[in-house]
């Protein structure tokens, strides 16, 4: 019997830190041996950590990344591994390492760059054209990199047909909301078209803007899932092969057959097959359980509706993208404003699940429109969260700012300005609390909001992360329902839930006072920005007229906000920031 065990270690990595990147991967390498792991993958560019960015520019730093691969090669005594590295020969490549023995069996470099949405691989990286597969004994294998296996035309398709039983990719994928199962019927797809094992190996943890998720997944030559990472957290994958089964499902698939023929006739765009002595045979060796638990329920947690199985998908994601921004960024703590609002509530609660209570700062500051109801609302958030926390009115500096304006403001009515000065005097608060304590500030402000402009430059969006700033306002009581659901009570306070939302800055206030309904608005905001409909789009799709024309003129008008705002966390398919480049001086109107 032919039979192979391969693992993927899923590991967190952090761009730039190579000694640490490294350090991770040789403690899995020392952990594949010990259980008896043939092959072991790792996610893609795991020395450098991905996306490395200009990183890549410096010529020092793709020195000290094949030092790192070096040293890596030096560990592999008696095992096969699949690293992520950058190569540099004629030019600079995206490449997995192929290790057999502490030798340096092959490389490929990816054929597919990414150049959309986040990715400019482009920029950087030439594309690879060769194409290899591998033989270990009677193990017979390819590797591709992340994008590489997207398109049903590449990598994978030649390399089976040229006789790879297994495909191994290592990939650098980045969260969406909806993307990790999307991802998992793809690769389900490519295995059984292609009639072949995959084992995709994603890079899981946060660098700045984005969110890698894991869920790693090992999938037979039947399109069924023989193992699977667990999402949102380092894990350790195995599996056994049974690479005689692969065999028969290919004599039994008359397309695959016909296909190989094809390629026999046509000699040039067969793979190259490289060729290694095997290791010494693993005699009684016990076959492992496969492990599919990542996504289990827990005994505790509630059964949950398919809206709230989504806004655990997407808590999970901002939980894991808040912790490696505050820690891998050197920061110990976080403070932010506490207004009573759902939004502050929220990424209260995210932070203090993220980091321990311990570590968040929550500061009240109410001015002279703030509702007893809000204060009540925000000191019984603290108290349920346990968070440490400030009172500390405004009303003093706001009316000084006022008093010390009036000669230039003579003969004006109150309005936005004044509204303004009240953000900007919270924003100044927390901005010297995070300069003489250490903390990074975090702001509150939903996708929403920032698509509109209905935020305060240098107010409350002043801060060194938005949190939710990619999460629309409906999708923010989503995630409230979704917490209080599974901590049993309303740990966020239910009047925050249920009241009108209100910034609070003038008397009476409400957020309908300026913006539809968010049920409406979030809907036109979805059209607008993440699918590119035109306003007359929008209109056909039965929205009134007036209202689609107004949102898209503030959209339109608040790129020079967005432009200045802190990175947020991405969350849907097209967030602010390198998803959506726009030029802020545009007079198209469309």
């Known amino acids: 019997m032919r039979q192979v065990r391969i693992a993927m270690a899923q590991i967190n990595t952090t761009v730039g830190d190579l000694e640490g990147n490294t350090a991770k991967i040789l403690h899995a390498i020392q952990r594949a041996k010990q259980e008896d792991v043939d092959i072991v993958t790792f996610p893609e560019l795991a020395i450098t950590g991905y996306p490395p960015q200009d990183l890549l520019l410096k010529p020092q730093f793709l020195h000290d990344n094949r030092l790192a691969l070096e040293r890596i090669i030096a560990q592999t005594d008696g095992i096969t591994a699949i690293v992520g590295f950058v190569d540099q020969e004629d030019d600079i490549y995206n490449a997995a390492a192929i290790i057999h023995h502490q030798t340096l069996l092959g490389v490929h470099h990816k054929n597919y760059l990414p150049n959309y949405g986040v990715f400019d691989e482009n920029r950087y990286f030439q594309a690879g054209v060769t194409k290899h597969i591998y033989q270990i004994g009677d193990i017979t294998f390819g590797v591709n990199i992340c994008e590489d296996i ?14 790879a039983d297994l495909i191994l990719n290592l990939s650098a ?27 995709y190996n994603n890079l899981v943890g946060g660098q700045d803007r984005l969110i890698f998720d894991g869920g790693g997944v090992i999938v037979n030559q039947a399109g069924q899932t023989l193992a699977q990472g667990k999402l949102f957290e380092e894990d350790f994958v195995t599996a056994d092969i049974d690479l005689d089964d692969v065999s028969i499902a290919k004599l039994n698939d008359p397309r695959h057959r016909k296909a190989v023929l094809q390629m026999k006739l046509d000699d040039a765009s067969m793979c190259q097959r490289i060729c290694a002595e095997p290791l010494p045979a693993r005699r009684n060796r016990p076959v492992l359980t496969p492990t599919c638990s990542s996504q289990d329920r827990k005994a505790h947690e509630p059964a949950l509706s398919p809206n709230m199985l989504r806004a655990k ?7 894991l993208g808040l912790r490696d921004y505050v820690r ?18 929220m990424v209260a609660t995210i932070a203090a699940d993220a980091l321990g209570a311990d570590n968040v700062v929550g500061v009240l500051m109410p001015g002279p429109y703030s509702s007893q109801g809000s204060l009540d609302d925000a000191h019984a958030l603290v108290e349920n969260l346990k968070i440490h926390h400030h009172v500390i009115p405004i009303s003093p500096i706001y009316d000084a700012f006022v008093a010390q304006l009036s000669g230039a403001f003579e003969g004006r009515q109150p ?32 996708k929403s909001e920032v698509s509109v402009g209905y935020a305060t430059l240098y107010g409350d969006m002043a801060g060194g992360l938005g ?39 003038r008397a009476n ?10 049920s409406v608005l979030d809907e036109i905001l979805r059209a607008y920005i993440e699918h590119d409909k035109s306003i007359d789009d929008m209109i056909a799709l039965g929205y009134e007229p007036a209202m689609v024309k107004d949102v898209v003129r503030k959209v339109d008008k608040s790129e020079y906000k967005r432009q200045q705002a802190a990175p947020g966390l991405k969350v849907t398919c ?3 920031g390198p998803d959506r480049r726009l030029p802020i001086t545009n007079k198209y109107k469309g």
Do not use: H
């Open 509 to 518: 206030q409400k957020d309908s006072d300026s913006l539809p309904e968010y």
């Open 574 to 576: 097209k967030a602010f």
């Open 467 to 505: 949190v939710i700033s990619d999460v629309p306002k409906t999708t923010v009581y989503a995630l409230a329902e979704y917490r209080n659901l599974i901590a049993g009570f309303d740990l966020i306070p239910r009047n925050t839930i249920e009241k009108a939302p209100s910034a609070e800055l």
């Open 150 to 163: 997207w398109y049903p035309e590449g990598p994978t398709v030649i390399q089976t047909l040229s006789g």
């Open 328 to 345: 891998k960024n050197g920061f110990q703590k976080v403070v932010l404003g506490l207004s009573g609002g759902i939004d502050s509530a």
């Open 313 to 319: 998908e997407i808590y999970a994601a901002l939980t």
């Open 173 to 199: 994928s980045p969260y969406y909301v909806g993307k990790p199962e999307f991802r998992r019927r793809m690769i389900s797809v490519r295995a059984a078209d292609s009639v072949v094992v995959v084992a």
């Open 415 to 446: 309005d936005v300005a004044e509204e303004n000065i009240q953000a900007r005097c919270r924003g100044t608060i927390l901005m010297a609390l995070s300069n003489k304590f250490g903390y990074l500030t975090l702001t509150t402000g939903n």
